[in-house]
């Protein structure tokens, strides 16, 4: 249950989502708005997913869906940004 988890910090959220805005910024660069925003978010939840999987054999990390979730908004807003950038020139 992403956002649920007491041991989740509004550093670390804001940080996740801070680190893929340049993500779903580069991957935007497609044609087509919904084409761009649907395809940053499909690739951000793709490998901050496997981020988190790799983490199941780990010993001291622990994989979370709020590390997915904010992975996956961070792209959505970078999308956004070059998708209205886009519109504006």
């Not at 550093?11 to 395809?39: C, E, H, Q, T, W």
């Not at 780990?58 to 979370?64: F, L, Q």
């Amino acid at each position: 249950m992403p956002f649920g988890d007491p041991a989740d910090k509004l550093r670390d959220v804001g940080a996740n989502v801070l680190l893929f805005v340049p993500f779903g910024y580069s991957i935007a660069g497609r044609k087509g708005a919904l084409a761009a925003l649907a395809l940053s978010v499909a690739a951000a939840a793709l490998v901050s997913g496997a981020a988190e999987a790799t983490q199941l054999f780990s010993t001291r990390r622990y994989p979370s869906a709020t590390d997915i979730a904010s992975g996956v908004l961070g792209a959505a807003g970078g999308a956004a940004l070059r998708i209205v950038s886009r519109r504006v020139d």
